[in-house]
């Protein structure tokens, strides 16, 4: 079922966690930013809106590298319910996609309900006060690859952020499969830190 993200609320705080990435590791979100700031993308393996984009993410995120802002992806699915989102097969969509970001597991899913993620995918671009700048659509894609010369709509807006420290006014709402919600949700796993 699609599901659309609220827009952004300009100067929000991130939150950082510790939470495993498929490199083996625990990972701290906000040790990933960049100098110029951070891209925090909600996504997950078995999702087709994902899918249809993952090699653009991929595009974005190294070109964005070169503008000193970072990217890091989370999946918070319920794994249970379904199992193509579970950690093992996080490790394999990171190495079949060449993902050149570390790719986290919020298993107990305190960290999309504390950002208020809504769908996969679903971007916040953050400026290098790690302030919420931007809340919106990779680009027009849905289910479905769109064509090659579709605005840029995360790349223009962070390498807006990364030049000046704001984003853009106009700002479109991204569109995926609703993130996946436990029944019963237990948030004692993800190791919630405040603000650096």
Not at 180 to 190: L, M, N, R
């Amino acid at each position: 079922m699609a599901s659309t993200a609220p827009l952004c609320h300009f100067g929000w705080k991130a939150i950082d966690a510790r939470l495993p990435s498929t490199e083996g590791r625990a990972r701290s979100i906000l040790d990933l930013a960049g100098p110029n700031g951070l891209v925090v993308a909600f996504i997950c393996n078995h999702c087709p809106y994902v899918k249809a984009v993952i090699g653009r993410i991929v595009r974005d995120a190294l070109e964005l590298e070169a503008h000193g802002i970072g990217f890091v992806a989370i999946n918070s699915n319920d794994a249970t319910a379904y199992p193509e989102d579970s950690f093992d097969n996080m490790k394999r969509f990171a190495a079949d996609h060449a993902l050149p970001f570390p790719y986290l597991h919020d298993a107990d899913q305190w960290v999309a309900r504390a950002y208020g993620a809504v769908c996969t995918p679903d971007f916040f671009g953050f400026n290098k006060r790690m302030e919420l700048q931007y809340r919106g659509r990779l680009d027009a894609s849905r289910k479905e690859i769109g064509p090659a010369d579709l605005k840029r709509d995360l790349f223009e807006a962070m390498v807006g952020i990364a030049r000046t420290g704001k984003g853009p006014e106009e700002q479109h709402s991204a569109i995926g499969c609703s993130i996946k919600w436990k029944q019963d949700p237990s948030w004692a796993g993800a190791e919630m830190m405040t603000h650096r």
